[in-house]
């Protein structure tokens, strides 16, 4: 089959169909729109079997047709209008349900109404055989792409399909591709006879489409040179579906992240080394600080857009190797591929951190976020595994949270350690419990008025019988994170009041300060400890002082005046620990009722240096009503300077450090025999 092209004009008379009428060979025009003949010559009648023309005009054509027909020959209509196309074409006709197989020359016929009509002129009768004009058909009817190229991809047959999708029969098959590279790729595999496969764009006439296509080597039968089939099938529903169902599969349906499972999923193809670069990772786990208290606080849709917002913007700040994943709740996690050296690392996640830190406007209210990073790296080639490495991020992150949050940790051995140390208190602090094997010791407090030992602070002591003696720094956090604090503070108090009454009944009479934890302050039944405490006490509950820090006096601030309050009542003192490390804000603490300040040993040991802010706080102390201790005295200048600047009592080694119960009372002779000496 052939096509061409020419100039002719379409037919224009006052009888439009006067010219054909006079003609032997048969011709007609078929109405496009409506699927019947419009006119026809005697000629036609007769190939048509019809007696004459207006009971061929009659018939309804479109019985019969199949949609691959009909879609053609709406576009030949649009091609006569655009291009005044002619094409030579097979027409199989069924005038009595016997087929005819004729060579017909299409071209446009405009009608006395203006639309655009096919003139179909009968050039012969087709001798192929019926296995020819089988395939002829079929080659006609389908909606596949089939065309043969040259070697070089210059055009020498494209079926109707190919023609209408392919706009015409000269477009080469170069042209036709959207991607850059896949008709290169296409030539390549060809010219090495391979026969090739691809799922790809194609420029088709109905706009840009998905074809599954495919390209063979052959001969052309016409002139035995080497040429090219083609075919194409459309694909694009089914793989925008297909594409559709992929991304839906892989996304967090919140933020439009990947989620946790398309993560995992890459995170075993890199180890199984599915990718070949083998490549270094940076694996960054980013949680939205408090996001909890922001959800409980401001509810879940505001907590929804702080999950958008976040993700948003830490987007703005990802490379296209990146990963970026929501693993559910307020945690995300970042796959950097070949992460930048050290620097540039440590820039990026600041850009990240100042993004995120944006205030975030949400309705009525404006909310500022922060995050908490940890960073661990894979190396593919160092033969890295996930889980360790997945553990080591967690780490990281970790470690950024216990150290205030809004920050970003880079795992490093040390992190490691910490952790395998933080696990070993973990499981031994709950042993120690049990094993009762935590002890107080007393360090005796001095006042500089009277040279007298006055009052003693309880000290918490653990001794394993590996490790030795562990330090209350180290293990009450881990009390406090597996909480477990509680339990602790029950024991301490206990132990504490059990001491004071063997002192009484034994005639020495000192005051014991115990330290309470924050975490244990803002328990709901923190009152009720020292209700217990009151219970057991043998001895004026003034004697008693309790030791705070500035932090439990932060936040709800009825809620601490009314714990402090019941505490008042009961008759125990209030003490503020390690004053000056924290808020530090005397006007705020001047409302709750506190007996004594204790000035951090870090102050002490930095005079006289830090004079000029401990005497501010001394005088502002006085202005309270509250008596001021000094912790952590090791000098005499130390303990001459706190005396001159009316400090009311100290303790510290310079007199002694905490001693077990039963050598406290002899201590305290000893220092009090000391200092009337040295007086
Ligand atoms: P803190 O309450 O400020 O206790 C004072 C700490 O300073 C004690 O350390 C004490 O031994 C040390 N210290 C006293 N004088 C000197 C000195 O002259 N030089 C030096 N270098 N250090 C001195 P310790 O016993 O290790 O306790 C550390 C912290 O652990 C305490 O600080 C307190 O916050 C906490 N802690 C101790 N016992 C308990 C307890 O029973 N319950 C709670 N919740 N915390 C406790
Ligand atoms: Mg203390
Ligand atoms: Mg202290």
Redesign the pocket.
Known sequence: MTSLESGRQPTISSDPFALARGLRTPVWVYDTDCCRIAYANEAACKIWSADDEASLKSRDLSQGMSTTVAKRLKQYQSDFIERNAEFCEFWTLYPNGIPITVNVVYTGFIMPDGRMAMMCEVTGEAKETPETLRSTEALLHTDVLIALYTIEGRPLYKNPAARNALWGIDVGFDEIFVIPGVFDEMRASWQRRDDCHCVTKIKTTSGERWFDLSTKRCLDAVTGDQALLVTAFDVSELKTTRDKARYLAARDQLTGCFNRSYMQQRLDEISSNVDPSRSRYALLFLDIDKFKKVNDTFGHEIGDAILRTFAERVRKHIRETDVFARMGGDEFVLLMKEPPSSDDLHHHLDKIRGEVTKPIDCGSIQLSVTTSIGVAVFDNRAGTDWATTMKQADLALYHSKRAGRDRYTVYDDSIGAEAIERSWLEANVKRAIQDDA?T??Y?PRIDLATNTVVAA?????WFHPERGDI???KF?PV??EIGV?DQ??ML?IKQ?CQQMNIWRRDGFEIDLS????PK?FQHEDFASLFEKAAEIADFPLSSLEL?I?ETSLVGDNAEVSRRLLRINELGFRLAL??FGTGYSNLAHISRFPVDCI?L??SF??QLPSSGPLLSLILALAKQIGAITVA????TAEQLAWLREHDCDQV????FS??VPADDLMSTCYDICAQRRSVA
């Open positions: 935590f107080l010791f360090q602070e309880a000290l918490l002591r330090p209350p720094g009450i009390c406090e604090i602790i503070g301490v504490a115990v330290n309470v934890s244990q030791e820090t620990d390690d204790k951090d040993r002490v040991q912790e952590g005295v090791e303790q510290g080694f310079l450090q905490a």
